[in-house]
Nanobody, 127 residues
């Protein structure tokens, strides 16, 4: 099991930054691919960023490239999503997710590839 808990969401003006945190109490966290997804009301859940098991490979949606950065510390069983230059269109509930433990360098972008999910944290960016 890889229980995941997100934190760090909030309400900020456009142009500001937020850092989301995803913590896990699962011992297999270090062997999973971790990703961040978001879902706005009435829209499908979409991939935002992902990081492989050792942090050596990252992947980003085009809409956040150059603004968001994903990182992780396996010793702390924690991952982060640093979000800079936030825009109103970034407003959504953000979820962290982890794959089955596989020590893979591939980063899938579809939600069905991830087995474990957090409860989500709300990010609201005002214009």
């Amino acid at each position: 099991q890889v229980p995941l808990v997100e934190s760090g969401g909030g309400l900020v003006p456009a142009g500001y930054s937020l850092r989301l945190t995803c913590t896990s109490s699962g011992r297999i966290f270090s062997r999973t691919t971790m990703a961040w997804f978001r879902q706005a009301p009435g829209k499908e859940r979409e991939f935002v960023a992902g990081i492989n098991w050792n942090g050596g490979t990252t992947e980003y949606a085009d809409s956040v490239k150059g603004r968001f950065a994903s990182s992780r510390d396996n010793a702390e069983r924690t991952g982060w999503l640093q979000m800079n230059s936030l825009k109103p269109e970034d407003t959504a509930t953000y979820f962290c997710a982890a794959s089955s433990p596989a020590l893979s360098d591939e980063i899938p972008t579809r939600p069905s590839a991830f087995v474990y999910w957090g409860q989500g944290t709300q990010v609201t960016v005002s214009s």
